[in-house]
């Protein structure tokens, strides 16, 4: 039996790790951060994949930094590392430990949306397709040898959630079917185009601020490209006002962009860059919980006036 590690984090890579269970692997053991505080209390809460692991009884290691503490991992003699949103860069030292090598599933076409949020970018960008990739890992950020590709469409509605739900799916699947080929030793990789390669980096809080003179559709992309976390946001009265979900309308108009035009118990109708209005659905002002517009509008939001503008 071929031993496997296992390196994951989040809820992303949770569907890969069961279906390397499902499949009959053996997990010799699972690697994933630390555990963080989480939340207004900072609660230690450890991570998806721990959790997980220690579900199916798995031995877990969680190194603060995987380039200097990685005894655990060489000492069980891996034939294959399996990685899916780890968040560390593994070092050489590392990646030549398991004979089979080093795989990552990456959730984007490569070479294009390397880095951490691949999900978030390719709606944020518009792209109206996105997908998993399966690699072998490289010293450099996800830019190993592709082994096998999946793509799938991205619906006008899907935020990062469903988007998220779909591509684990998609990674678990494609790994299924990858794996064996890798062990037969079948794989004609493919090495990726440099001059193809686009990135996209952690998301910064400043790029979580909307602006509202771009058009209606990338104000809609930008909202739901940052839903459910870590969640888009503007400005009321010099007070965030974060905005969870939106609607685009049919509904032009002459307002300045951020320009509040109308609102109604579907929500508060935002002029956008384009002469376009976008209608606001879910929003959580400053000191309160999320709420839908309508909510808002009954209670703390009762004092908003039409021709105010957000972001000012």
Not at 62 to 74: L, M, R, S, T
Not at 207 to 236: C, D, M
Request: charged residues 25%; contains cysteine.
């Amino acid at each position: 039996m071929k031993k496997i590690i296992f390196m994951g984090t989040p809820d992303f890579a949770v569907p890969v790790l069961e279906r390397l269970i499902t499949e009959g692997y053996q997990i010799d053991l699972v690697v994933t951060q630390p555990d963080r505080p989480r939340g207004r209390k900072k609660i230690l809460t450890p991570p998806p994949v721990k959790v997980a692991a220690e579900k199916h009884d798995i031995d877990v290691f969680q190194p603060e930094k995987i380039k200097d503490n990685y005894d655990e991992i060489k000492i069980r003699n891996p034939d294959l590392i399996v990685t899916a949103a780890f968040g560390q860069l593994l070092p050489k030292g590392l990646l030549d430990i398991p004979s089979y090598g080093c795989i990552n599933v990456h959730a984007s076409l490569l070479p294009k949306l390397r880095g951490g949020a691949p999900i978030h970018y390719a709606i944020l960008e518009g792209h109206e397709k996105t997908g998993i990739s399966i690699m072998y890992m490289a010293e450099k950020l996800d830019a190993g040898d592709v082994i096998s590709q999946q793509e799938i469409k991205i619906a006008d509605n899907d935020d990062v959630g469903s988007l998220h739900k779909k591509l684990a799916v998609v990674g678990s699947d494609l790994l299924a079917e990858t794996i064996p080929r890798i062990f037969s030793e079948e794989i004609n990789a493919t090495p990726q185009d440099e001059q193809l390669a686009t990135f996209a980096p952690n998301i910064t809080r400043e790029q979580e601020k909307i602006n509202w003179n771009q058009s209606l559709q990338k104000v809609y992309n930008h909202i739901r490209g940052l839903y459910p976390w870590p969640v888009a946001f503007t400005t009321w009265r010099g007070k965030v006002f974060k905005v969870y979900e939106a609607s685009k309308t049919n509904q032009s108009t002459t307002a300045k962009a951020g320009t509040i035009v109308a609102t109604n118990e579907d929500g508060l109708i935002v002029a956008t860059g384009d002469s376009q209005a976008i209608i606001l659905t879910m929003v959580q002002p400053a000191g309160k919980k999320k709420m839908s517009a309508s909510d808002f509008l009954r209670g703390v939001g009762s004092k908003m006036e039409v021709g105010e503008i957000l972001g000012e």
